[in-house]
C-alpha cells in the first residue's frame, strides 16, 4: 500500500489536461438559461444558472472587492462545494485514506516551497480571504484544500514524467528535507525511499506504452475575413478525468477585484484559477497540455497566471507582455486573444508554447509552424504544420525547435495530437472553401467537433459520447457579450461529455458593467 506507484496513478487521473474524438457532434445550444439569486455578502452575490440541459444548474459567482473580500466571499458561499469537489476527485483516483493522505502532504510541500514563492500578493490574500470566509460561514473542515487543488491543477499531462523531473529538481537543490521530515514523522518513510527509486517514475510500461493514455486540450481563435463582421471567436476544450463528482457544483466566477480589469472563470467550485476565461477588455486565456523534460514549480500557477493576465492586459501586447515578465511552469500550449483588436492588432491572437525558462510565440500564418517531419526508416517527408491566416489553434504538441528537441515525445504524424489539429485545419478550410462565414454555431461546432468523446476513429460521431473525457467545452463571442458554455453530465450510459451535450449561453452584459479598472 505504502506505495508511491499508487500515488502517481491518482496524480495522473487527477491532472488537468484535454482528450477527443467524434457527423457533426449533436449538440444543443439553450440560448434561454434562468438566472437565480441564491446568496449575498457584502458586494457580492451567488447565483444559480439552470438549464434544461442539467440537472443541477450552473452556479454563478459575481465577486466584487479587494482580492482578501473577494477570496472571502467566494469561500462564504461556496466552501462546502469547494471540498465536495476536492473530497470526490480524490476518493475517485485514490481508494485508500494512507496514500490520498500522502498526496495532500506532497501537495503541501510543493505548494509552501514552491509554488507560493512567484504567485503574487493579491492571489495569497484571496486564498487566504477563501479560508476565512468558509469560517465565517461557520464551515471549519477545509484544511489545505484549496492550494492543495492549484498544486494538482498545476500539474501537466504525464505527471509520472513531470513528478520524476520536479522531484529530481528539487532533491538536488536539497531543498526537500522539511518534506522528508514529514513522511518520516508520519511514517512514510517508504514512500520516501520509493519517491527516491526513479525507477518507479518510468513513464513508459514494459511494452513501451505509456501506463494511462494521455489526456488532452485544444483551444482556437479565428476572426476577420474568416468570420461574420469580422468578429473574434475563441473556444476552448477541457477534457479530463471524467464522471468525478465535481460536475455537480460546476462554477463560472466573474471576479471584479479593486483596481483591476473584471474577468470570468469557467470552471468548478474549489478551483481559483482560470482553465480558460475572458475578461471584460476582451482578452482570452486557455491552456492544453504538452510534456516537456524541462519542468519546474519555481513559476507563477499556469491557471492563476491566466487570471492574472485577464486582470491587468487590455491589449494583446499588453498580454504578451505580461507573459513575458513571469515565469513559466510545466510544458503546455496556453492561447492569449485579444477580441477588441480583431480589427486593429495585426496579430490579435498567439499560441504560445511553453516549458520551464523558455516560450515560443506563434501568431496566426507563422511560418514557423510550418515543419516537416522526416520518417527516419524511409526518408519521407510529411508537413506538420497548417498556418493559415486569421486563425490560431493549438492541441497537445509544439512547433518550435527548441520546445520540440525538449518534448517529452516528439509528435509522429499519426498522434492523436496531430490528428486534432488537423480537424482544426480542416474546419477552417472547410469553412473558407463553402464560403461560410463563421458565426456562433459554427463557432460552437469546431469547439464541440475536438472534444473528446470516446471514440477516436471519428471525432464526428457522439454515440460513444457517454463515455468521452470532454467536461468542459466552451466557445466566447466577446464582440456580441456571449459566451456558450457546456459541462459532462449524468453518469454512467447516461452520462453525456460536455461537447456532446447543451451549450449555455451566457450574457456577459449584467456580469461585465464597466470596462474600466475597477
Ligand atoms: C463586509 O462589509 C463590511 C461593511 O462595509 C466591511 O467592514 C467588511 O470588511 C466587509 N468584509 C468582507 C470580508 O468583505
Ligand atoms: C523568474 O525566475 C527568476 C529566477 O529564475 C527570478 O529571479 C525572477 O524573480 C522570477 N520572476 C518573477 C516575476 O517572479
Ligand atoms: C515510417 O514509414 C513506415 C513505412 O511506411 C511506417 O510503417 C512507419 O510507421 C513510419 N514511422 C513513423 C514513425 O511514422
Ligand atoms: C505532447 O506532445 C507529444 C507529441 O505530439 C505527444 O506525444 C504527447 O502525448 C503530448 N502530451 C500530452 C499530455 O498530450
Ligand atoms: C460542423 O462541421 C462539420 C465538419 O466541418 C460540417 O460537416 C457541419 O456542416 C458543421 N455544422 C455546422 C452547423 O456548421
Ligand atoms: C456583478 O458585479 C458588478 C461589479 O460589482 C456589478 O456592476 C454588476 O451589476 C453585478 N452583476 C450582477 C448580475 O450581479
Known amino acids: 500500500m505504502k506505495n508511491i506507484s499508487i500515488l502517481l496513478i491518482a496524480i495522473n487521473v487527477l491532472v488537468l489536461s484535454c482528450i477527443v474524438y467524434g457527423e457533426t457532434p449533436s449538440f444543443k445550444v439553450d440560448s434561454n438559461p434562468t438566472l437565480n439569486m441564491v446568496k449575498q455578502y457584502n458586494s457580492s452575490t451567488l447565483y444559480t444558472l439552470s438549464s434544461s440541459g442539467y440537472q443541477d444548474p450552473i452556479f454563478v459567482a459575481n465577486l466584487t472587492g479587494t482580492h482578501y473580500e473577494i477570496g472571502y466571499a ?49 492571489y495569497l490574500d484571496e486564498i487566504q480571504g477563501f479560508y476565512d470566509g468558509a469560517k465565517g460561514a461557520g464551515f471549519d473542515k477545509l484544511e489545505n484544500a484549496i492550494t492543495q487543488a492549484v498544486v494538482i491543477s498545476s500539474l501537466p499531462g504525464d505527471p509520472n514524467q513531470n513528478i520524476e523531473a520536479l522531484i529530481k529538481n528539487e532533491f538536488l537543490k536539497g531543498d526537500a528535507s522539511e518534506f522528508k521530515q514529514y513522511l518520516v514523522a508520519n511514517g512514510y518513510d517508504e514512500v520516501i525511499a520509493t519517491i527516491l527509486n526513479t525507477e518507479l517514475f518510468k513513464s513508459t510500461t514494459a511494452d513501451g506504452s505509456k501506463p494511462i493514455k494521455g489526456m488532452q486540450c485544444s483551444h482556437f481563435s479565428v476572426w476577420g475575413s474568416r468570420t461574420n463582421s469580422g468578429d473574434m471567436y475563441n473556444g476552448r476544450n477541457l477534457d479530463w478525468l471524467q464522471n468525478s463528482g465535481i460536475a455537480k457544483n460546476k462554477l463560472i466566477t466573474f471576479y471584479h477585484p ?38 519546474t514549480f519555481d513559476g507563477f500557477a499556469w491557471s492563476m497566471r491566466l487570471r492574472y493576465i485577464m486582470e491587468h492586459a487590455n491589449s494583446i501586447d499588453a498580454a504578451l507582455g505580461l507573459w513575458k515578465a513571469t515565469n513559466n511552469t510545466m510544458g503546455m500550449n496556453h492561447m492569449v486573444a485579444s477580441s477588441n483588436e480583431a480589427t486593429t492588432a495585426p496579430h490579435p491572437a498567439y499560441a504560445l508554447e511553453t516549458m520551464a525558462g523558455y516560450t515560443a510565440y506563434f501568431p496566426d500564418n ?22 493559415i491566416p486569421e486563425a490560431v489553434f493549438r492541441t497537445n504538441h509544439g512547433y518550435d525547435t527548441v520546445i520540440r528537441a525538449n518534448q517529452w515525445i516528439d509528435p509522429k504524424p499519426t498522434d492523436d495530437s496531430m490528428i486534432r489539429y488537423m480537424l482544426f485545419h480542416d474546419a477552417f478550410n472547410y469553412y473558407e472553401t463553402a464560403q461560410i462565414e463563421i458565426s456562433e454555431l459554427e463557432a460552437i461546432n469546431i469547439t464541440s467537433i475536438l472534444g473528446a468523446k470516446n471514440n ?63
Open 74 to 122: 467566494m469561500g462564504y458561499f461556496l466552501a462546502e462545494e469547494a471540498l465536495e469537489n476536492f473530497e470526490s476527485l480524490l476518493k475517485v483516483a485514490i481508494p485508500y485514506g494512507f496514500e490520498r493522505d500522502a498526496l495532500k502532504l506532497f501537495l503541501d510541500w510543493q505548494w509552501k516551497d514552491y509554488l507560493s514563492k512567484q504567485i503574487t500578493q493579491n
Open 258 to 295: 479593486k483596481g483591476s480589469y473584471s474577468h470570468a472563470a469557467i470552471g468548478f467550485a474549489g478551483l481559483i484559477g482560470a482553465i480558460t476565461g475572458i475578461s471584460s477588455q476582451g482578452i482570452f486565456v486557455a491552456e492544453s497540455d504538452n510534456d516537456s523534460n524541462k519542468v
Open 366 to 387: 507563422s511560418p514557423a509552424e510550418q515543419y516537416l517531419y522526416t520518417n527516419t526508416t524511409t526518408g519521407a517527408a510529411t508537413q506538420m504544420g497548417y498556418p
Open 456 to 518: 477516436e476513429a471519428n471525432f464526428y460521431d457522439c454515440s460513444q459520447g457517454w463515455n468521452g473525457y470532454n467536461i468542459i467545452s466552451a466557445t466566447y463571442h466577446f464582440a456580441a457579450n456571449k459566451m456558450f458554455v457546456a459541462y459532462e453530465e449524468g453518469a454512467g450510459q447516461n452520462r453525456v461529455c460536455a461537447c456532446c451535450g447543451t451549450y449555455v449561453q451566457v450574457d456577459l452584459t449584467p456580469f461585465f458593467v464597466s470596462n474600466q479598472i475597477n
